[in-house]
C-alpha cells in the first residue's frame, strides 16, 4: 500500500467521524494527486480521475471535467511520467470524459501511438443528445450550480465501445471493463484484479446516490445496486470512486457498497410494492422512508440528490409521467387555475400573505404552492413576486440536497418579466 498522504488524510477523517459531511460535503474534491496503490495516482477532481501504470503505458479512467482536465492532466503526471495507452470513460456526463487531446499531444511529443478511448456503446448516442439540447443543459446547470458557464458543443467520441463486458490485456494485466445501469444508462466500472483496486465512476459518490435528479434524464436504482452487489463480490482493498475520496481496506469498501445498495433496494422495493397496490404517486410520497441509519453514514448524506427524488424517479420508470390524479391527466393551465383560486381567496395579494404565514408557521412546501399560484395569478405585481421570492428563499435555506437548494435558490432569484 501506497504511504499516507493528503487524500488518504481526508479519507480517514470523514470515515471516522472527524469532519462532519453536512459542513464539508466529501463529495467537494480537494484537487490533489497521490499514489492510492502501486503505480496507481488518483486525482481529486470535479470529477475524479484514476491512472494505472502497466507495462503499455497508462490507462486513464476519466480524463477530467470540460473545467477541470488540465488540473487532472497536471496531476497525475505529478505522480506517473508515462504515455497514455487507454483512456476509459465511465459514462459520458461531462465532467468526467473530457481532455484526451493533452494525452494525445502528450502521446505525439513523446513519439508514443495516441491512446484509444473506450466507452460503452450508449455513449455516442448520450453526445449526440447533449448538442441537440445544448442550451437546455446549459439553463440546468445555471439552476443546479449557479453557473453561468455555457454547456459543451463538441464531445470527444470513443474510439471503441463495448456492450456488456470488456478485458483487456496489457503487458500480461488483465483490465476489466464491465457496463452498469445506474445514475445513467451508459456507465462502466473498471476492475483492476491484480491490484485489487475498483473504479466505480458514479456508482459511488460519498453522498446518497444521484438516482433521482429533477432535472435529468432516467435513472435506474434497481440496477445500480445490482451493480454494487457485484463490485462487492470482488472483495476489492481500494475502490475510486468519482466524487469524493478513495476508500481503503476491504472491509470498509464492502461496508460502504453493501449500504449504498441497501440504500437503492429500500426506496425502490417500497415504491414498487405501492405500486402494485394501485397507489397514486402522491400517496408513495407520502409513505416511502428511506432506512434513517443509513442517511447518516459519511457516504450517504442526502447533500446532492435526496431520497424523496429517488422515489419520484422510480415512479417515472415504471408508471410512466401521469401521477395518478384525474385532474392531472388533461390539466388546465397554470396561469387559469391560480386565477380561479386567487378568486376564492381575495386576490393574489392574499395569496401571497397567506404564503409567508405558513412559512412563519414551517409549512414551506404549502407555501410554495399559494405563492406560486399568487404570481400567475398576477404576473405584473411586482409584490407578490416579492413575497415568491422570500418564500423560496425560505425553502432553499431548509434544504439539504444540492437539487432542491439549486431550484429554490433560481426561483428565489427569479424577478418579475
Not at 487524500?7 to 463529495?27: A, L, M, Q, T
Not at 434497481?222 to 475502490?239: G, M, N, S, T
Not at 404565514?357 to 407555501?367: I, P, T
Amino acid at each position: 500500500m501506497a504511504p499516507m498522504g493528503a487524500i488518504r488524510e481526508h479519507f480517514e477523517k470523514y470515515w471516522n467521524g472527524e469532519v462532519d459531511p453536512e459542513k464539508s460535503p466529501p463529495f467537494v474534491p480537494i484537487l490533489q494527486a497521490e499514489e492510492v496503490a502501486d503505480s496507481v495516482a488518483f486525482v481529486s477532481s470535479f470529477a475524479n480521475a484514476t491512472a494505472i501504470r502497466t507495462g503499455e503505458g497508462l490507462v486513464i479512467v476519466d480524463p477530467g471535467s470540460f473545467i477541470l482536465y488540465g488540473q487532472v492532466f497536471a496531476g497525475i503526471r505529478s505522480v506517473l511520467d508515462a504515455p497514455a495507452r487507454t483512456i476509459v470513460y465511465t459514462h459520458g456526463h461531462v465532467d468526467h470524459c473530457f481532455g484526451v487531446e493533452q494525452w494525445e499531444e502528450d502521446a505525439k511529443s513523446r513519439g508514443a501511438k495516441a491512446p484509444e478511448v473506450i466507452a460503452h456503446e450508449d455513449v455516442p448516442a448520450r453526445f449526440d443528445r447533449y448538442k441537440r439540447t445544448q442550451g437546455w443543459n446549459s439553463c440546468i446547470n445555471a439552476r443546479q450550480f449557479q453557473s453561468a458557464v455555457e454547456w459543451p458543443k463538441t464531445f470527444r467520441y470513443p474510439d471503441r465501445t463495448f456492450r456488456d463486458r470488456l478485458r483487456l490485456e496489457l503487458a500480461g494485466e488483465p483490465v476489466e471493463i464491465v457496463h452498469a445501469r445506474g445514475e445513467t444508462d451508459d456507465a462502466a466500472w473498471v476492475w483492476l484484479p491484480t491490484r485489487k483496486v475498483v473504479c466505480t465512476g458514479d456508482l459511488f459518490i460519498w453522498a446518497a446516490p444521484n438516482a433521482g435528479n429533477p432535472q435529468k434524464v432516467q435513472r435506474y436504482p434497481r440496477e445500480w445496486a445490482e451493480a454494487l452487489r457485484r463490485i462487492r463480490a470482488l472483495d476489492a482493498e481500494v475502490l475510486c470512486p468519482g466524487h469524493g475520496p478513495p476508500i481503503f481496506g476491504a472491509d470498509r469498501v464492502s461496508r460502504a457498497l453493501d449500504e449504498t445498495a441497501s440504500l437503492l433496494e429500500a426506496l425502490h422495493d417500497q415504491t414498487v410494492a405501492m405500486m402494485n397496490q394501485g397507489a397514486t404517486l402522491d400517496d408513495i410520497l407520502g409513505s416511502v422512508r428511506a432506512p434513517a441509519h443509513l442517511l447518516e453514514r459519511p457516504y450517504l448524506r442526502p447533500l446532492y440528490d435526496e431520497p424523496e427524488f429517488v422515489v419520484r424517479n422510480t415512479w417515472r420508470l415504471y408508471g410512466g409521467w401521469w401521477d395518478g390524479n384525474p385532474a392531472n391527466l388533461k390539466p388546465a393551465r397554470e396561469a387559469e387555475l391560480a386565477g380561479e383560486i386567487a378568486l376564492l381567496a381575495g386576490g393574489a395579494h392574499r395569496l401571497a400573505e397567506r404564503a409567508e404565514a405558513l412559512v412563519r408557521g414551517g409549512r414551506l412546501a404549502l407555501a410554495g404552492h399559494l405563492a406560486e399560484y399568487a404570481v400567475r395569478a398576477a404576473p405584473d405585481d411586482e409584490a407578490v413576486w416579492e413575497a415568491r421570492g422570500r418564500v423560496n428563499r425560505a425553502r432553499m435555506e431548509a434544504e439539504r440536497s444540492l437539487m432542491a437548494r439549486g431550484v429554490f435558490r433560481a426561483a428565489a432569484d427569479q424577478k418579475k418579466p
